[in-house]
């Protein structure tokens, strides 16, 4: 049933535009692999190729530790509307944090935000499709606001104490940064 694509097609591209979820994947070399589900404004398909999105500040920073010691990423949609289907890109991925070069270039990509942590730039060499025959219904009703009121509230002072105290290292102990 899977089918496999050495990049995004128009029609992948598409089906991701429609998803309010996305899910990450990476993993250090060793430790405890990390998946986490991504929403909001924070994704963007640049090319067949090529996919950047933007992470807001959490309670972790795995994502960027693990890209530290091994860049390997996956990214997962899957339907939770009439179309079955669960699409997969696999590639590289590297971290861009408020200072880089690319920092301005690639976060005007995306709305203004003031726990903007980093920008992932992906580099696809996979795409994957699969039924998704058991992934249940569920509607969705509306994208949630506690972390921007949240950011909002701290300022970028308060958010950046925060990620030095907080998010400075994963959870197998590893620098995010």
């Known amino acids: 049933m899977a089918k496999q694509f050495p990049a995004l097609e128009d029609v992948h591209k598409a089906f991701i ?5 996305f899910f990450t994947g990476t993993a250090a070399p060793t430790g405890r692999v990390n998946i986490s589900p991504k929403g909001s404004d924070s994704l963007r398909v640049l090319g067949p190729n090529r996919i950047l999105w ?3 500040t959490g309670s972790g920073n795995e994502t960027a530790g693990h890209l ?4 390997r990423m996956t990214l997962m949609w899957c339907s939770f509307t009439t179309r079955p289907l669960i699409l997969r890109a696999y590639g590289t991925a590297r971290t861009i944090h408020a200072g880089d070069p690319d920092w301005d270039a690639l976060g005007a990509h995306f709305p203004p935000h003031p726990g903007a942590r980093q920008v992932y730039d992906m580099a696809i060499d996979l795409v994957q499709t699969s039924c998704g025959y058991a992934v ?7 994208d949630r606001d506690t972390l921007d009121k949240w950011s909002e509230d701290k300022g970028e002072d308060v958010i950046r104490t925060y990620w030095a105290e907080r998010n400075s290292v994963t959870l197998d102990g590893a620098p995010t940064r």
Do not use: A, G, K, T
């Not at 535009?17 to 979820?21: K, N, P, T, V």
């Not at 249940?136 to 509306?142: I, L, T």
């Open 68 to 71: 530290l010691q091994e860049n």
């Open 54 to 56: 933007r992470n807001l």
């Open 17 to 21: 535009e429609d998803q309010h979820i």
């Open 136 to 142: 249940p219904f569920m509607d969705f009703q509306c």
